[in-house]
């Protein structure tokens, strides 16, 4: 695996990958990477000649600024599991050359900014879509893999991307979970052992959820209060939101009932963390 910080430096290396006719797929991360991150780089090399991924953690995304300050780093630890997943190319742009200025463009996602954690992370998403489209274009990968624990983030992109006609493929990766069901996130590593326990409640939330739906219940504020009720059980759980709605354009709904998929989403805070997960039922 070669390291490369320079944009420059790696426009020259993608460049000669495309004289031979490489593919590329693409891994864009903000490191801290567990095991979620490390099937993305496995399917990026299964379909791909080379797995280009990128460590950088993206000062415009975080609302919160001590979320920034404690968003965990580990370099060392990070460049070694991604040479033993089988990444050719690592790239770690310095924050001075990839944001020489505060980016005066933005981009506005529209609805999608307005609902689930739109509305909770005011400006998430447009650090977001500036840092992917940088990343895109001097990328310009064949396919780019993201994980569908960030099934929003998914959306967007791919909004971004057939809006803005990028021509490269989006695949969504299957949420990577501990075996109590907790989702893998970089930030369960700020939970303790006791707090990942508590955490794994909100998969088992989301799964009572599915149960009661695919029991034949319809009404999403029924729905809603059972995953509630269930929740209430653990004091140290601040619920963020949760929701059940339409799985294929993210919208609300009062009732299940003429649409294919269904998205039980849910935010909430552990131990001063905020985690998201959610789990998407095909109907
Ligand atoms: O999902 C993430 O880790 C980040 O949002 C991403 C896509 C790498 C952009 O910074």
New binding site residues.
Partial sequence: MICIRSINALRLHIADEKRTSNTIGFV???GALHAG?ISLIKHAKAENNVCIA?I???PL?FNNVEDFKKYPIQQDADIALMEAAGCDVLFMPHTEEFYPTQPKISIDVGLLDRILEGTHRPGHFS??TI??TK?FNIVAPDKAY??QK?LQ?VAV?NQLVSELNFPIEIVACPIVREQNGLAMS?RNMRLSNSGKSIASNLFKALSFIEAKIKGGEKSVTILIASGKTYLDQFKEIELEYLEVVNGNSLESITEIKEINKVAICIAAHVEGVRLIDNLVIIL
């Fill in positions: 864009p991360t903000m991150h990128s950088f953690v993206n995304q650090g977001v840092v992917v990343l993201f994980g960030d983030q992109i970089s």
